[in-house]
T-cell receptor
Framework: GENVEQHPSTLSVQEGDSAVIKCTYSDSASNYFPWYKQELGKRPQLIIDIRSNVGEKKDQRIAVTLNKTAKHFSLHITETQPEDSAVYFCAASREKLTFGTGTRLTIIP | DAMVIQNPRYQVTQFGKPVTLSCSQTLNHNVMYWYQQKSSQAPKLLFHYYDKDFNNEADTPDNFQSRRPNTSFCFLDIRSPGLGDAAMYLC??????????????FGPGTRLLVL
């Protein structure tokens, strides 16, 4: 089955700086890659997703890049703000989601 | 305008006492999922329904069962909860599994405490 690795497990950045979270996947047939943000005690919320026929997608301060050949994808958050502090999960999907282990992002004011 | 609703938000049960968690959706989505999420871990898929077709994950314990009586509702039954079953249980839905249909929307979760 699919295996998704996510790094780093924790990340602290100064407010206003950029944050990058990286994931690798094992199943070359996976074709859908969402990113979820989960605040403490709340539901995972989809923040951006990308499909395998696209290399990059951007939505305001958030962008995702996908390298199908290398089987890795990354989340980029620019101009970070305190409300970006949360746990972020990547996932890869062919027919069902396999989640990465999560990254706890802390924005330092 | 809640789209995926879970009740109750918090559930306390006793060791070995059966418990049922519920999920409902107003999206008319074909697929409903149940995940277990323990502290500081990723959600773990237990099973999912595509319409009425039930799909169990290979490593889901027999202690966990599910029912989907209609499109809108799905239930998670834990027959004999153990201390290790204390977790957040998340329900999610998606339109389908094909292109542009696989985005999953999560409910707020039910936090289960086993005493």
């Amino acid at each position: 089955g699919e295996n998704v690795e996510q790094h780093p497990s924790t990340l602290s950045v100064q407010e206003g700086d950029s944050a990058v979270i990286k994931c690798t996947y094992s199943d070359s047939a996976s074709n859908y890659f969402p990113w979820y943000k989960q605040e403490l005690g709340k539901r995972p919320q989809l923040i951006i997703d990308i499909r395998s026929n696209v290399g990059e997608k951007k939505d305001q301060r958030i962008a995702v890049t996908l390298n199908k050949t290398a089987k890795h994808f990354s989340l980029h958050i620019t101009e970070t703000q305190p409300e970006d502090s949360a746990v972020y999960f990547c996932a890869a999907s062919r027919e069902k989601l396999t989640f990465g282990t999560g990254t706890r992002l802390t924005i330092i004011p | 305008d809640a789209m995926v609703i879970q009740n109750p938000r918090y559930q306390v049960t006793q060791f070995g006492k059966p418990v049922t968690l519920s999920c409902s959706q107003t999206l008319n989505h074909n697929v409903m999922y149940w995940y277990q999420q323990k502290s500081s871990q990723a959600p773990k898929l237990l099973f999912h329904y595509y319409d009425k077709d039930f799909n169990n994950e290979a490593d889901t314990p027999d202690n966990f069962q599910s029912r989907r009586p209609n499109t809108s509702f799905c239930f998670l039954d834990i027959r004999s909860p153990g201390l290790g079953d204390a977790a957040m249980y998340l329900c999610a839905t998606s339109r389908g599994s094909g292109r542009d249909q696989e985005t999953q929307y999560f409910g707020p979760g039910t936090r289960l405490l086993v005493l």
